[in-house]
């Protein structure tokens, strides 16, 4: 009865005081939103990444360039000049040894310009197989992908990423339209659905070609890596073992490093979980911010009631009681600005989800509050403390 005696008397104090309660819980309203708004992009960033490497299938597998026992090392291998390469050729190899296997490779030149009459843009081109679609898990939103016979023609043909599509053409279906890449004329056939983030970069702003075609205009065929689909029936770690004594035999030398999605996915979640905590550390700078506000408010705050202390303490209130008020109205602060943070946190995400993909997750959301009532306490209980042991008599002395 009289700890609820004193939680009336707390609220009584935040609504007599309503500037400085509104003050207060300004702070930590904008510090659980920024929590909740910028680890929905980490979390966000890590689903849309999780999602591409698990649309192409965890039984994929990617040759890159160099031994390496460390993946990230052979991951960061692509685009290197540090062994004999891995050539087109090899990939047909491959296919024409293991019946049923996709295979598509990866060669992308420096950024280059795109025209369509007065309009130019820089963008990536990437050497594809007729397989890149299916090894690669994209989806066409128009048009067709390439065929064999495309490939081995050296067709100027392209398949034009969601964004670039739209840049060149705006609402209109390039399909037959011409665009001038590396001083050549190429005509569309395709055009992706937006892919958006994926653990290949942005696909969006890429233009596909034969990858034939691509090695005679530049004449490399240095791939960065090979990506393999396994026939159906054939176990990966069963593929694996042979696609390496394959290309052993070829190259004379293990001078190639195999690995599979399943190892990419592990480092993908990897990777974004480090990214999302920190993002959750710079979001919790502003909630601790805003708690600092919160104790500075509450020790203001004392310096204003210390006679309404010091007459509490004269007719009986004990030094327990006053504590217990003054912590009492720092964590409501915190309890309502946790919960408006937090809904003001999902309504950002949902908006920021229309620029880049966002993710609220009950952890982001537990946790967001949790953070806010606990910083409620931790910068409460000095001021609280401050106001129980003031001395009554000094208290109704002051001015």
């Known amino acids: 009865m009289k700890v609820f005696r004193i939680m009336l008397m707390a609220f ?3 609504r007599l005081n309503r500037m400085r309660t509104f003050l207060s819980t300004l702070g930590i309203v904008v510090g659980v939103a920024s929590l ?3 680890t929905s992009f980490g979390y966000g960033a890590q689903k849309k990444i999780l999602a591409s490497i698990n649309k192409i299938g965890s039984d994929e597998i990617i040759i890159t360039p160099g031994k390496f026992t460390d993946i990230r090392r052979a991951f960061s291998s692509i685009g290197s000049n540090i062994t004999k390469p891995l050539t087109y050729e090899d990939m047909v190899f491959l296919k024409n040894q293991i019946q049923g296997t996709l295979a598509t490779p990866s060669l992308t030149t420096a950024r280059t310009t795109v025209k369509v009459e007065g ?9 594809v197989s007729e397989d890149f679609l ?3 898990g994209y989806d066409l939103k128009f048009g067709r992908s390439f065929s064999k016979t495309d490939i081995n023609a050296y067709s100027n043909y392209a398949i034009l990423g969601s964004k670039i599509a739209e840049d060149l053409f705006g609402d209109e279906i390039p399909l037959g339209k011409s665009i001038k890449l590396f001083n050549t004329k190429f005509y569309v056939i395709g055009v992706l659905t937006e892919q958006g983030a994926t653990m290949f970069g942005s696909i969006d702003r890429n233009i596909f070609i034969p990858i034939t075609k691509l090695i005679a ?6 791939l960065q890596a090979i ?3 396994p026939p159906s029936g054939i176990s990966k770690d069963v593929f694996i073992a042979v696609v390496k004594t394959l290309l052993i035999v070829r190259h004379g030398i293990e001078n190639f490093t195999i690995a599979d999605f399943a190892q990419f996915a592990n480092l993908a979640n990897t990777a974004t979980s480090i990214l999302t905590v920190a993002l959750g550390i710079i979001g919790s700078i502003a909630l601790i911010v805003g708690g600092i506000g919160i104790m500075n408010i509450m020790l203001a705050t004392v310096a204003e009631r210390t006679r309404e202390i010091g007459i509490r303490k004269a007719i009986g209130a004990s030094s327990k009681d006053i504590l217990l008020q003054f912590l009492f109205e720092s964590v409501v602060i915190t309890f309502i600005g946790g919960g408006i943070g937090i809904l003001l946190g999902i309504l950002g995400a949902r908006i ?4 880049s993909p966002t993710a609220i997750t009950t952890t982001s959301v537990v946790v967001g509050f949790l953070v806010s009532i606990s910083i409620g ?5 000095y001021p609280a403390i401050k106001a129980s042991k003031l001395n009554p008599v000094e208290a109704l002395r002051y001015e």
């Open 377 to 381: 306490i931790f910068f409460g209980v």
């Open 36 to 38: 909740i708004l910028i």
């Open 119 to 127: 309009n130019e843009i820089s963008v990536n081109v990437n050497g």
């Open 12 to 14: 009584d104090s935040l």
């Open 352 to 355: 920021g989800n229309f620029f």
């Open 134 to 136: 299916k090894v690669l």
């Open 217 to 222: 205009i530049t004449s490399t065929n240095s």
């Open 227 to 229: 990506y393999l689909k």
